[in-house]
């Protein structure tokens, strides 16, 4: 039996009828660009992240250089982001004229904490940006407190992780995406929370940068008569809007499910093979990758792709290793041990909304069988 890596197109089957209800009505009402489905998606987004603002942009990546640009960042100015991330946490800075600094991240959690994000800070740090790498979650109110330093969250793998006062997910929670300055998601087909093509959010508590990002996301203008800023025209549209509309309410199970996961995954004995995520203290993440750490983990990802099993490794190259990032580093070059220790081990198996017990038994099963 084949396992692929990730499988957003199993969950959606049930909702066929909705979202072709949601194509058509936005293919007959004939407003594609900023109209009824867009706003009424930002009103919904922003309730149920519980976040006071949420503005719909064209993705992930532009929403974190609009963001940027929201708190203030321009040219002269450094961003302290971590290099074990997507590319694009890193490429949307250079576009605000900032210069972006590399942070170690854990070796466990896989994100930035309060002692890496400090290590890389200068007199010309004017923010920083935690990703909540996998859907786990970075400690934002710890190096919001421990810097005083603006922080944007990149939560485009955490929709639907959650962090709780205490760790107890019955208690009041808070989500990625509502814990910092201000916070950008992708909407991107894989994501948890994916379209039906490329789409973004930018969220905040705070109504000076709603205000801004709203002003930014169009062309610098409130109106397209008068213009405040040099802008972009970075919208999500209606159809994605309509879409995304639909799958929001089951966000929250289909978390739930990636959560569960890894616990049958931990009694499925996977741990007794690799080493499994850990999660941040109090985070329940909802895994967008599940990314397990093993000294061969080139060997078991050909190994279980040999056996038809979907395994990757994602970010074997760190980002401040990648050509195009040389220019931004220091003479002496930078040294993040725990990122090159995780690009040489890291290896992502199956997780989904979907993914079933004996699915877990049989990518088990194949882990034991490669690494014996
Ligand atoms: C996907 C992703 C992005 C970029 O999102 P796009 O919508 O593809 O532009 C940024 N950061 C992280 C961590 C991501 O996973």
Not at 58 to 84: C, K, M, Q, W, Y
Not at 136 to 163: C, F, H, K, M, Y
Not at 248 to 274: K, M, N, S
């Amino acid at each position: 039996m084949a396992v692929p890596l990730f499988d957003p197109a199993t969950a959606l089957a049930p909702l066929r009828p909705q979202l072709h209800e949601a194509l058509l009505r936005v293919a007959d009402g004939g407003a594609f660009v900023l109209g009824p489905e867009v706003t009424a998606f930002e009103e919904e987004f922003a309730a149920w992240l519980g976040a006071r603002h949420a503005v719909g942009v064209a993705n992930g990546t532009e929403a974190i250089t609009i963001a940027l640009r929201a708190l203030g960042v321009g040219p002269g100015d450094e961003v302290v982001v971590p290099s074990f991330t997507f590319w694009a946490s890193a490429e949307a800075i250079p576009p605000t004229g900032a210069t972006p600094v590399f942070c170690d991240v854990d070796p466990e959690t896989m994100c930035v904490t309060p002692e890496t994000v400090k290590a890389a800070l200068t007199p010309r740090t004017k923010a920083v940006i935690a990703v909540h790498l996998f859907g786990n979650v970075a400690p934002v109110a710890e190096i919001r407190r421990e810097t005083g330093l603006p922080v944007l969250e990149d939560a485009a793998q955490a929709a639907g992780s959650t962090l709780t006062a205490d760790g107890d997910p019955t208690h009041p929670i808070a989500r990625p995406g509502a814990l910092g300055d201000v916070a950008t998601f992708s909407f991107y087909p894989s994501k948890n929370l994916g379209a039906f093509g490329d789409g973004g959010a930018i969220t905040t508590q705070d109504d000076a940068i709603a205000e801004r990002v709203r002003t930014l996301r169009f062309h610098g203008s409130a109106d397209k008569v008068d213009y405040v800023d040099i802008g972009y025209n970075s919208r999500l549209d209606e159809l994605q809007a309509a879409v995304l509309r639909v799958l929001l309410p089951h966000v929250d199970d289909w978390a739930a499910h990636r959560a569960a996961t890894h616990v049958r995954y931990h009694r499925a004995g996977l741990d007794e093979l690799v080493a499994p995520p850990v999660a941040a203290p109090n985070a329940t993440p909802a895994w967008h990758l599940y990314v397990v750490r093993s000294p061969r983990a080139d060997e078991l990802v050909a190994g279980l792709n040999a056996r038809g099993i979907g395994a990757r490794g994602y970010y074997r190259t760190p980002v401040h290793r990648q050509p195009p990032m040389a220019r931004f580093l220091p003479g002496g070059g930078v040294d993040l041990p725990a990122t090159d220790e995780l690009a040489r081990t890291h290896a992502a198996i199956p997780v989904s909304a979907t993914i079933t017990e004996e699915q877990v038994a049989e990518v088990v099963a194949a882990v034991g069988a490669v690494l014996a």
